[in-house]
């Protein structure tokens, strides 16, 4: 049976991971291509990698930590972060990447995702949207969460899968960082009315939030930050207990290896 | 050892290289006959639609040599389904070294087919150390129809064939090269055949 996949996020700024990462047994904390190894190996099943870098001239550090990660790990990953057009996509592609997500970029010329479904396969073509709730309307934010823009989430989804978007990772700000629990009804809106997967992100807080946005969500797959990095959850257990709870999960059987922090 | 993946019109081979490096072994990437017919072992990857990939490998005259290989040959996903009697994308007749057919998934179940599945029914030296019900990764909108040429199944909307083997061709409709350390056991059972078909068996 298809699995759902749980998927550590990292965000990354001038080629290190930001934020605090309280694990043990890491020489460098802030080494991306060390975390996202020991995320593998304590069965995550695919890493999002968002770069954050404020400077242009940064990207290229980017562009060879991909190379890097794509060497040393044999699960696949998404890159984003200020993608901008076919060239960006190229580049990272080329750097070993399995997807690249794209958000403010596609929003601002919709073209765009026709364009690069088109040359590089739907397949490899995330849609990342920030929404929040306005009221009865859920609004698309630009600039990671800074700009409201004209758009209304459900319509754009459709829109970008119709374009040619394979994936559609979609972020509630109203959830993101509270811990309370993913977005239930719209991860299942949109996962109902589309017929590619949704990644359902924010707010994860506990255990149970996963299993409710698999269950309730009918998520495809679920990402979180900050409760896998503090290890306040840790993947090889998040997953027995889902597996406990006629989730698919893939258990990858090495569930006691992993060292504290996982 | 040899070894060459084959240079088409399709995408996404790096991360098959890399995968390779990962496991000490260079690979050569090549559209030329000659090299093709000379390596040890062949790799046919690949992500991309069927019926242009098809006139690619006709216009470079691949479509008649890979058929023809003797050594042990490993297609990986569309070179799962271009080694197929036919292939349903595109209504394309396919390289024919397997007999069975390729179908879209019907609609009703989200496609492509995107995550971690498991794999049953092994059989054949690329799962050697595999367990039943491993889970491999996949990314796929078509999928061959089960048959006698099947080593593993997988069921998604329908089970289909997950690999196939004829003598010396193998084939992988999941990606070995992203599918952790299942994938990259499985690459090395590949890499571990040996080189003739001489000795190989189901």
Same mark, same amino acid.
């Given at each position: 049976?298809?699995?759902?996949?749980?998927?550590?996020?990292?965000?990354?700024?001038?080629?290190?991971?930001?934020?605090?990462?309280?694990?043990?047994?890491?020489?460098?904390?802030?080494?991306?291509?060390?975390?996202?190894?020991?995320?593998?190996?304590?069965?995550?099943?695919?890493?999002?990698?968002?770069?954050?870098?404020?400077?242009?001239?940064?990207?290229?550090?980017?562009?060879?930590?991909?190379?890097?990660?794509? %060497?040393?790990?044999?699960?696949?990953?998404?890159?984003?972060?200020?993608?901008?057009?076919?060239?960006?996509?190229?580049?990272?592609?080329?750097?070993?990447?399995?997807?690249?997500?794209?958000?403010?970029?596609?929003?601002?010329?919709?073209?765009?995702?026709?364009?690069?479904?088109?040359?590089?396969?739907?397949?490899?073509?995330?849609?990342?949207?920030?929404?929040?709730?306005?009221?009865?309307?859920?609004?698309?934010?630009?600039?990671?969460?800074?700009?409201?823009?004209?758009?209304?989430?459900?319509?754009?989804?459709?829109?970008?899968?119709?374009?040619?978007?394979?994936?559609?990772?979609?972020?509630?700000?109203?959830?993101?960082?509270?811990?309370?629990?993913?977005?239930?009804?719209?991860?299942?809106?949109?996962?109902?009315?589309?017929?590619?997967?949704?990644?359902?992100?924010?707010?994860?807080?506990?255990?149970?939030? %996963?299993?409710?946005?698999?269950?309730?969500?009918?998520?495809?797959?679920?990402?979180?930050?900050?409760? %896998?990095?503090?290890?306040?959850?840790?993947?090889?257990?998040?997953?027995?207990?889902?597996?406990?709870?006629?989730?698919?999960?893939?258990?990858?059987?090495?569930?006691?290896?992993?060292?504290?922090?996982? | 050892?040899?070894?060459?993946?084959?240079?088409?019109?399709?995408?996404?081979?790096?991360?098959?290289?890399?995968?390779?490096?990962?496991?000490?072994?260079?690979?050569?990437?090549?559209?030329?006959?000659?090299?093709?017919?000379?390596?040890?072992?062949?790799?046919?990857?690949?992500?991309?639609?069927?019926?242009?990939?098809?006139?690619?490998?006709?216009?470079?005259?691949?479509?008649?040599?890979?058929?023809?290989?003797?050594?042990?040959?490993?297609?990986?996903?569309?070179?799962?389904?271009?080694?197929?009697?036919?292939?349903?994308?595109?209504?394309?007749?396919?390289?024919?070294?397997?007999?069975?057919?390729?179908?879209?998934?019907?609609?009703?179940?989200?496609?492509?087919?995107?995550?971690?599945?498991?794999?049953?029914?092994?059989?054949?030296?690329?799962?050697?150390?595999?367990?039943?019900?491993?889970?491999?990764?996949?990314?796929?909108?078509?999928?061959?129809?089960?048959?006698?040429?099947?080593?593993?199944?997988?069921?998604?909307?329908?089970?289909?064939?997950?690999?196939?083997?004829?003598?010396?061709?193998?084939?992988?409709?999941?990606?070995?090269?992203?599918?952790?350390?299942?994938?990259?056991?499985?690459?090395?059972?590949?890499?571990?055949?040996?080189?003739?078909?001489?000795?190989?068996?189901?």
């Amino acid at each position: 049976m298809l699995t759902k996949r749980i998927i550590p996020c990292l965000d990354i700024r001038d080629g290190e991971t930001v934020k605090g990462v309280r694990f043990v047994e890491i020489r460098r904390a802030g080494d991306p291509v060390e975390l996202a190894r020991r995320y593998a190996e304590a069965g995550a099943d695919e890493l999002v990698f968002l770069d954050i870098t404020a400077t242009v001239e940064k990207r290229r550090t980017f562009a060879e930590l991909v190379e890097r990660i794509a %060497f040393q790990i044999n699960i696949p990953f998404t890159v984003g972060g200020g993608i901008q057009n076919e060239s960006d996509v190229a580049r990272l592609l080329d750097a070993g990447a399995d997807k690249i997500s794209i958000n403010t970029a596609a929003v601002r010329d919709p073209g765009l995702i026709d364009t690069l479904a088109a040359r590089f396969g739907s397949q490899c073509i995330v849609l990342a949207v920030d929404c929040k709730q306005e009221g009865n309307i859920s609004r698309v934010y630009l600039n990671g969460g800074r700009k409201p823009s004209e758009r209304q989430t459900q319509e754009w989804v459709r829109e970008a899968v119709q374009r040619g978007a394979g994936e559609i990772l979609l972020t509630s700000m109203d959830h993101d960082g509270t811990k309370n629990g993913f977005a239930l009804e719209i991860t299942r809106e949109i996962s109902e009315a589309l017929p590619v997967p949704v990644i359902a992100s924010g707010g994860a807080g506990t255990p149970q939030h %996963f299993f409710e946005v698999f269950r309730e969500g009918k998520a495809d797959a679920a990402l979180a930050a900050s409760v %896998f990095h503090f290890a306040e959850i840790r993947i090889p257990e998040l997953k027995i207990l889902l597996h406990q709870q006629k989730i698919p999960v893939r258990l990858t059987g090495k569930d006691n290896d992993y060292g504290s922090g996982f | 050892m040899s070894l060459v993946v084959i240079k088409y019109n399709a995408g996404n081979i790096r991360s098959v290289l890399i995968a390779l490096g990962r496991l000490g072994v260079a690979a050569e990437i090549s559209n030329d006959p000659g090299r093709i017919r000379a390596a040890e072992k062949v790799i046919f990857p690949g992500v991309g639609e069927a019926s242009s990939a098809m006139r690619y490998l006709q216009e470079k005259k691949l479509d008649t040599l890979i058929p023809a290989l003797t050594q042990p040959v490993l297609g990986i996903c569309l070179g799962l389904q271009l080694m197929c009697r036919h292939s349903e994308e595109g209504d394309t007749p396919c390289l024919n070294v397997f007999s069975t057919r390729v179908r879209r998934f019907p609609p009703g179940k989200k496609v492509p087919h995107m995550g971690w599945n498991a794999i049953s029914s092994l059989r054949g030296p690329l799962f050697k150390g595999i367990p039943e019900n491993a889970y491999c990764y996949f990314v796929h909108s078509y999928a061959a129809e089960c048959c006698a040429e099947q080593t593993a199944v997988t069921e998604y909307v329908f089970p289909f064939a997950a690999a196939l083997q004829k003598d010396n061709f193998f084939a992988l409709q999941f990606h070995p090269e992203k599918s952790g350390d299942t994938g990259q056991r499985i690459l090395r059972n590949f890499l571990e055949l040996p080189p003739l078909k001489e000795g190989m068996q189901t």
